[in-house]
T-cell receptor, first 109, second 113 residues
Framework: DQQVKQNSPSLSVQEGRISILNCDYT??????FLWYKKYPAEGPTFLIS?????DKNEDGRFTVFLNKSAKHLSLHIVPSQPGDSAVYFC????????FGEGTQLTVNP | EAQVTQNPRYLITVTGKKLTVTCSQN?????MSWYRQDPGLGLRQIYY???????DKGDVPEGYKVSRKEKRNFPLILESPSPNQTSLYFC????????????FGPGTRLTVL
């Protein structure tokens, strides 16, 4: 039972445009959400997080939005850069950290 | 440099031959965890440890063992590896519980023939 789902395995955008990565969850007990970025041959690295008491958190070019009623969160990257090309994992915390399947983002120059 | 190290980075073995993947962190973190990454399934937690001598099962613990005798080390043991354990494995650590940012090791690519 996949409690955290990233329905888009891949996303391709042009440099300078906005990238929007989506994540849906089913467990209403999740109280904290995170995004991790992973480059090939490296471990995931933490990118940005949001508590369930908030609906938005911004850090530079990265903004995470949380819609609790829809059990949906999204990561916006503006403007997108070629160096942002990586796999992005959404994760949620209830009693444990649960990851989604990941979305491969490719930013084309 | 603050880091999580894993060894080996790559391993090819045969069914039934016991192996250990080591994990060490130098950040004095209480919480450590093992994950496996498989295509289409994301990262799934195998085991985690809240502190020395305290370990617990994650989502996919079957076929794995762990130990936490020292705070910095959290080895993953496969007593009798099988081909369905072929995967990419990550160790991670964080301060206290996983609400804090987790730091991941570089990964171990395991192939069981």
């Amino acid at each position: 039972d996949q409690q955290v789902k990233q329905n888009s395995p891949s996303l391709s955008v042009q440099e300078g445009r906005i990238s929007i990565l989506n994540c849906d969850y089913t467990n209403s007990m999740f109280d904290y959400f995170l995004w991790y970025k992973k480059y090939p041959a490296e471990g995931p690295t933490f990118l940005i997080s949001i508590s369930s008491i908030k609906d938005k958190n911004e850090d530079g070019r990265f903004t995470v939005f949380l819609n609790k009623s829809a059990k949906h969160l999204s990561l916006h990257i503006v403007p997108s850069q070629p160096g942002d090309s990586a796999v992005y994992f959404c994760a949620a915390i209830g009693s444990r950290l649960t990851f989604g399947e990941g979305t491969q983002l490719t930013v084309n120059p | 440099e603050a880091q999580v190290t894993q060894n080996p980075r790559y391993l090819i073995t045969v069914t039934g031959k016991k192996l250990t993947v080591t994990c060490s962190q130098n950040m004095n973190h209480e919480y450590m965890s093992w994950y496996r990454q498989d295509p289409g399934l994301g990262l799934r937690q195998i085991y985690y440890s809240m502190n020395v001598e305290v370990t617990d099962k994650g989502d996919v613990p079957e076929g794995y063992k762990v130990s936490r005798k020292e705070k910095r080390n959290f080895p993953l043991i496969l007593e009798s590896p099988s081909p369905n354990q072929t995967s990419l494995y990550f160790c991670a650590s964080s301060v206290l519980v996983p609400h804090n940012e987790q730091f991941f090791g570089p990964g171990t690519r395991l192939t069981v023939l």
